[in-house]
C-alpha cells in the first residue's frame, strides 16, 4: 500500500520561500500522477499543481502559476513543491496525493484528469509577519 508522507511546511514571512517535499513509500513504478493540494481553514480542499508519470507534464493553478514549481527530488519517490513569493493567502494544510491506477502504456496522462487515491496526512504551511 502507497504511502505519503509531507514534510517542510512551517512558519514563513510573506515574499518567502518553503520547499515542501512528498516521500513515497511502496510506490507502483507505473502510477499516473502525483499532485499537489491544499486546504485552508474553512474553505474547500484546492488542487494546486500535479505532474504526469507519462510525460511529466505539469498543471498550475491560477493562484500558483509562476511563483509554485513541482518537480521529482533528488531522493527516489519524492515530489517536491517549490514555493516562491508565498502570501497570506498561501497558509494552508498542503498534501500530496497519488493516482496509483497503471498509466497508459502508449501516449501521455494528463494529470488533471487523475483521480487520486492515496493521500498522505498534510504538512502545515502558515505565512505571517
Known amino acids: 500500500q502507497v504511502q505519503l508522507v509531507e514534510s517542510g511546511g512551517g512558519l514563513v514571512q510573506p515574499g518567502g520561500s518553503l520547499r515542501l517535499s512528498c516521500a513515497a513509500s511502496s510506490l507502483p513504478s507505473d502510477y499516473r500522477a502525483i499532485a499537489w493540494f491544499r486546504q485552508a481553514a474553512g474553505k474547500e480542499r484546492e488542487a494546486i499543481s500535479c505532474?504526469?508519470?507519462?510525460?511529466?507534464?505539469?498543471y498550475y493553478a491560477a493562484s500558483v502559476v509562476g511563483r509554485f514549481t513541482i518537480s521529482r527530488g533528488n531522493a527516489d519517490n519524492t515530489i517536491d513543491l517549490q514555493m516562491d513569493s508565498l502570501k497570506s493567502e498561501d497558509t494552508a494544510v498542503y498534501h500530496c496525493?497519488?493516482?496509483?491506477?497503471?498509466?497508459?502504456?502508449?501516449?501521455?496522462?494528463?494529470?488533471?484528469?487523475?483521480?487520486?487515491?492515496?493521500w498522505g496526512q498534510g504538512t502545515q504551511v502558515t505565512v505571517a509577519s
Open positions: 496525493a497519488i493516482d496509483t491506477r497503471r498509466r497508459p502504456s502508449s501516449g501521455t496522462f494528463p494529470c488533471r484528469d487523475a483521480r487520486y487515491d492515496a
Open positions: 505532474i504526469s508519470n507519462t510525460d511529466d507534464g505539469t
